[in-house]
């Protein structure tokens, strides 16, 4: 199959340009539980350079990457005061293990932006919020990237209990000084799109000097975007603004699943179907019981199949080709003669996704 062909060697070519790779958030988890790569995370789209920096830090991109001012189709729920895993990985597709090279030194931050239109509003410009940053570390003599890696690529976060339901992007931000003293801070940002589950519907009262527009909250000559890590001289100053501390609700405890909650409506990702590959899915094909309701469903198949991999990001297709042995299955079928189907019906796909990590950390808020 073209389409098949097309990103297979997309994926080859990332690959063989990750000799000078740098990282890209690829994988949300929440409690623990991975929501599939690539799955409600916008990133970059192109393999071959997903895990480039941001080039100019006044750039749209820096909002939440390149491609990141498009939502992807998906959004994923996640209780308030529960955990949002981060994982940036050296290759999308984890063809080889790694978060960021060890040379890659410096902070780390967490912002978030509330929304009410997912697909439609913009993630650049103002309402940004820092919810949580780490610099060096004098006592354990390490950047957060270093201890990021010591991760494995995973940054945890638990969800402030006071931030009210709704539609969320949660940005985690690294900054690689390696380059800085040359005058070339590398950022590097992504932006998963979550639904936050809570009774709490009231409006977040944020300081004018805690919310920030995005591109704007750090300038190329901020003295945390120059610093020299060869010949550092501490305190380190963290750019951007200070972080927000979010006060608990006004009301007390509040619930996370009863009828008080706001049931979301945008980006649910549907039950009912039989293989999922990061924002896209593959629903099952009409009945048939003749040659040319078989032959309508295999075209069906193929045309899924298509979105599939046109939609794959560098994360992988392994859904997509999951769905293609589906497609040759009833295509054959149908060129046997055997017009009863679809074979199998309703049976979910096996995908082998990578392995997930075994050993989520803590949330850094906690």
């Known amino acids: 199959m073209k389409r098949h062909l097309s990103i297979a060697l997309a994926i080859a070519a990332g690959f063989v340009a990750s000799a000078s790779a740098h990282t890209v958030l690829t994988t949300l988890f929440v409690d623990d539980a991975t929501e599939g790569d690539g799955t409600c995370v916008r990133m970059p789209l192109d393999p071959g350079s997903c895990t480039s920096p941001i080039e100019n830090v006044a750039s749209n991109d820096m909002a939440c990457g390149v491609d990141g001012q498009k939502a992807v189709a998906f959004t994923c729920p996640a209780p308030v005061a529960g955990k949002l895993t981060f994982e940036f990985r050296e290759w999308a597709n984890a063809a080889q293990p790694g978060a960021i090279d ?6 780390c931050a967490i ?7 997912m697909a439609n509003d913009k993630a650049a410009g103002p309402g940004w919020i820092k919810l949580w940053d780490e610099g060096y570390d004098a006592a354990a003599k390490k950047w957060c990237t270093e201890k990021l890696i010591d991760n494995n690529g995973l940054l945890s976060f638990e969800i402030p209990e006071g931030l009210p339901a709704g539609y969320w992007l949660f940005r985690p931000e690294l900054l690689a000084l390696h380059e800085a003293d040359k005058g070339d801070p590398q950022f590097y940002v992504g932006c998963a799109q979550v639904f936050v589950q809570s009774s709490n519907t009231a409006a977040l009262k944020i300081p004018a000097d805690r919310s920030v527009s995005i ?4 300038h190329a000559n901020d003295a945390g975007l120059t610093f020299n890590i060869y010949t550092p001289s501490f305190p380190y100053l963290l750019p951007g603004p200070k972080v927000f501390a979010v006060p608990p609700p006004s009301k007390g405890e509040v619930d996370t699943t009863g009828p008080s909650v706001p049931k979301q409506t945008q980006g649910v ?13 593959g629903v099952e094909v009409p009945d048939y019981g003749d040659e040319k309701g078989c032959w309508a469903s295999s075209e069906n198949c193929w045309k899924q199949a298509g979105t599939c991999y046109d939609t794959a990001p560098p994360t992988g297709d392994v859904g997509c080709v999951a769905w293609e042995k589906k497609c040759n299955g009833i295509q054959a079928a149908c060129g046997a003669g055997n017009f009863q189907g679809p074979p199998n019906k309703g049976k979910k796909l096996t995908v082998k996704e990578p392995t997930p990590p075994t050993n989520i950390p803590r949330p850094v808020n906690a």
Do not use: F, M, T
């Open 269 to 281: 990702i549907p039950s009912k179907y039989i293989v999922k590959n990061a924002n896209w899915i």
């Open 102 to 107: 060890k040379s890659h030194k410096g902070p």
């Open 215 to 218: 591109p704007g909250h750090v």
């Open 111 to 117: 912002y978030a932006k509330q929304i009410q239109n």
